[in-house]
């Protein structure tokens, strides 16, 4: 059965870093595009940063560009999402997901298996 659980979420301060997890059972996340997605209240989920599964190319939204980082470690099967200098806006809760197909996109339909998501506040 295939599973993602996300970790690493909670309060932080504005500036502040946090390192998100997610975990995969079932398959591994070497052979799969995985991508990270975030939701705040009231709005549309939308994609944050992914990562392919052949090269590692990695692709990231604009607004986190130079401050977030996504990264794989193929021997514990699990992505990361490393977030620096963190602003109010990022508040959402964040989802990981894997996509059966080969290219890494950050479109929400693109992906097929999703994690239950970790929520991240940023506020003083």
């Known amino acids: 059965q295939l599973q993602l659980v996300e970790s690493g979420g909670g309060l932080v301060q504005p500036g502040g870093s946090l390192r998100l997890s997610c975990a995969a059972s079932?398959?591994?996340?070497?052979?799969?595009?995985i991508a990270w997605f975030r939701q705040a209240p009231g709005k549309e989920r939308e994609g944050v940063s992914c990562?392919?599964?052949?090269?590692?190319?990695?692709v990231y939204a604009d607004s986190v560009k130079g401050r977030f980082t996504i990264s794989r470690d193929n021997a514990k099967n699990t992505v990361y999402l490393r977030m620096n200098s963190l602003k109010p806006e990022d508040t959402a809760v964040y989802y990981c997901?894997?996509?059966?197909?080969?290219?890494?996109?950050?479109?929400?339909?693109?992906?097929?298996?999703w994690g239950q998501g970790t929520p991240v506040t940023v506020s003083s």
């Open positions: 079932g398959f591994l996340v070497e052979y799969y595009p």
């Open positions: 997901a894997a996509s059966i197909a080969s290219d890494p996109s950050l479109e929400v339909f693109d992906y097929d298996y």
């Open positions: 990562i392919s599964s052949s090269d590692g190319r990695t």
